[in-house]
């Protein structure tokens, strides 16, 4: 059987390339996204989303030969809060005036997977920690069933993020998220079938 050609961006299989819907958003925020290694062959990897549509966003995943150097390096550079509901984290929204910088990191895997890359690196737990309670509803249910009515999608929660503590206004929101749209409709229609 012939492999199905891929997209050397989003890594999705050419008929189904989000590539073409992707609008540039150039933040002032620095952004790390952590992921977990297993996630980056998810076909519906937000992550993945982000960095192709950030220009200051990146991606490091769990698994890269240089994770620490490269997290205590962004660490070290700028100042970032970490993204994360937990116990004691506060909620973003109330604290920005105590933010020490716009930068930020977030954790990307199921919520196990999240836990384990925090617990497992001593600099993470060193930050400070805000959760988000997030303004929109996700438009990333359909394609993973277990999530809460509060769930996001991690591109989305760079996103309400990035509203809360940088310039990305409703109008730019809608634009740079129209990939993630696109992809959940083109699964949607796939799980229809060609008769319905």
């Known amino acids: 059987m012939a492999k ?7 890594l999705r299989p050419l008929k189904v390339c989000y590539c073409r819907s992707i609008n540039l958003f150039r933040p002032n925020s620095k952004i790390l996204i952590l992921r977990d290694h297993k996630e980056k062959l998810h076909p519906f990897n937000t992550a993945r989303i982000a960095e192709l549509s950030l220009d200051s966003c990146t991606v490091l995943d769990t698994d890269s030969k240089d994770f620490s150097s490269k997290l205590e390096e962004f660490i070290n550079e700028y100042s970032p809060c970490l993204i994360f509901k937990k116990e004691d984290s506060k ?8 933010l020490d910088s716009k930068n930020f990191i977030l954790l990307d895997g199921t919520w196990s997977k999240a836990k384990k890359i ?4 001593p600099s993470l737990q060193s930050l400070t920690t805000y959760h988000l309670n997030p303004r929109h509803q996700t ?7 277990a999530c809460g009515e509060e769930f996001v999608s991690t591109f989305e929660a760079v996103l309400e993020t990035l509203e809360l503590i940088d310039d990305l206004t409703e109008e730019q929101r809608e ?3 129209t990939p993630l749209k696109y992809v959940v409709k083109q699964q949607e229609e796939i799980k229809k079938g060609p008769n319905k």
């Not at 925090?118 to 690196?121: D, S």
């Not at 438009?139 to 069933?145: D, G, N, P």
């Open 4 to 10: 199905r050609e891929v997209c050397n961006k989003c």
């Open 118 to 121: 925090l617990f497992t690196n």
């Open 175 to 177: 634009k740079v998220i």
């Open 91 to 98: 909620p973003l929204e109330e604290n920005l005036s105590k």
């Open 139 to 145: 438009v990333y249910k359909s394609l993973r069933k």
